[in-house]
């Protein structure tokens, strides 16, 4: 294909994408990428440009593009059985759901599975309020559950709600984000007064009985938002003292992503009653998780399925990529790998007086941008401008933040230091061009 027959097909798939999608259908860039392949830590655009992928689809390619492992268990079950729904049994299904007993912390042992992070999400909130036959959930500002009504009510982004909160007794307290504390305090001083203000919420906004609490152990996009050491040990202490359950929102934090441990729950002492997952679970194939105790588990109502839910396709998928994950000793690598990108990101701050704070665990990192670091006034201008040199230099990242000033990196668990010196690398160019 010449070059000219190249571009003429990225234009006409921009074209076509902006004439049949939604324009809610955001994408990425000024002029925006259509990819068309990807192998390991790299994806190709349709003009043959390759560029290192440091964002995974958002934390959901987790063990390589293509990677043929997991390939080959995707194909094989695409030629045995495709779809049964969750009316029949299906031996993949029955595989996962053991393995995920196995692996996940204290005594998590039956699962739901559905389609995506949302529905994942949807469920546990359903069985919270069934287990505990209450209706209040307690969640945090500046998270994110997804796209329904139940999960838009409780994210805690109004550039993420187009319409009000739809569900009823979903309540907000305030995150543990250190660096803007909402109460004006410093770690460890504050006592973690952030935790404390759970039990505040509970007892002025809600019956003073709840159905549960739920978080993500770190904030996704709310911009990798890591609470301190102790935050949620005490929280699950407010939650169980007013009768609620404790849910994990692992759907970025899950599978190795924050180095050593299967689930970033795990960093913290605490026992979670419900988890939920999806993303890079299944390294791009559609998939959601609801693992819960038995005793939550076995209140859920017996007529109930999921269409897709359980697809032995995504089940073979999610095997393939924890053995993977469990082969190439990936949560080690996670660790070690994120510590180096964590020290060149670190390096990037004493460079770069815009660059306001890093943090994230294992390779869940990002670098909140700021106008100046004394009143820490967010900078998003400076985050476009460096997408678009990053892109230039032919590697992608990502962004989040309340305030849209936060840069995000989601690199594959199999990265290795050379890909975080060509990210680190890109970086450092891009934010000398700011000046």
């Not at 987790?62 to 495709?82: C, D, F, M």
């Not at 299904?93 to 995920?100: G, N, R, S, T, Y």
């Not at 790998?337 to 943090?359: F, N, S, T």
């Not at 460096?386 to 594959?412: A, D, H, P, Q, S």
Request: proline share 5%; charged share 25%.
């Amino acid at each position: 294909m010449s070059t000219a027959e190249q571009k003429s097909t990225q234009s006409e798939t921009i074209r076509k994408h902006k004439e049949f999608l939604f324009p809610a259908v955001a994408t990425y860039y000024e002029e925006p990428l259509a990819l068309v392949r990807g192998q390991g830590e790299y994806v190709w655009d349709d003009e043959g440009n390759r560029y290192l992928d440091c964002f995974g689809g958002v934390l959901t390619v987790s063990v390589g593009h293509a990677n043929p492992k997991v390939n080959e268990a995707i194909i094989e079950q695409v030629k045995t059985i495709s779809h049964t729904s969750t009316l029949y049994a299906n031996k993949p299904q029955a595989d996962l759901a053991e393995k995920l007993y196995q692996i996940t912390p204290g005594r998590l042992k039956k699962s739901f599975f559905t389609n995506s992070g949302t529905e994942a999400d949807d469920t546990a909130i359903h069985a919270a309020k069934l287990a505990t036959g209450r209706h209040e959930i307690v969640v945090l500002r500046h998270s994110y559950s997804g796209r329904s009504a139940t999960a838009l009510s409780a994210t805690g982004h109004s550039t993420w709600r187009a319409l009000p909160a739809q569900i009823a007794g979903i309540v907000h307290a305030r995150a543990p984000y250190c660096y803007r504390c909402p109460l004006k305090l410093s770690y460890p001083e504050c006592g973690l007064a952030c935790a404390d203000d759970v039990e505040d919420v509970i007892m002025t906004t809600t019956t003073g009985e709840i159905a549960a609490f739920m978080a993500e152990p770190i904030l996704g996009v709310g911009g990798f938002i890591v609470p301190p050491p102790g935050y949620f040990e005490r929280v699950e202490e407010i939650t169980r003292k007013h009768g609620g359950l404790f849910i994990a929102d692992e759907v970025q934090t899950g599978w190795g992503r924050t180095g050593d441990k299967w689930f970033g729950i795990e960093h913290w002492n605490v026992e979670p009653d419900i988890i939920t997952s999806a993303k890079g679970m299944g390294n791009g194939v559609p998939i959601g998780m609801t693992t819960a105790t038995p005793e939550v588990a076995d209140k859920y109502p017996g007529l109930t399925f999921s269409t897709f839910g359980g697809n032995p396709v995504s089940m073979a998928a999610a095997l393939a990529v924890i053995r993977v994950i469990e082969e190439e000793d990936l949560r080690r690598n996670a660790a070690e790998v994120g510590a180096y990108l964590r020290a060149g990101l670190e390096g990037l701050k004493e460079k770069y007086k815009v660059i306001g704070d890093v943090r994230g665990l294992g390779l869940m990192q990002a670098i909140e941008l700021v106008k100046d670091r004394e009143t820490k006034e967010p900078d998003p201008q400076s985050v476009l401008r460096v997408f678009e040199e990053t892109k230039r230099r032919r590697v992608l990242i990502g962004k989040g933040g309340l305030y849209g000033n936060v840069i995000r990196t989601g690199m594959m668990l199999n990265s290795t230091k050379e890909h975080v010196d060509e990210l680190i690398s890109a970086l450092d160019a891009s934010f000398a061009t700011l000046g």
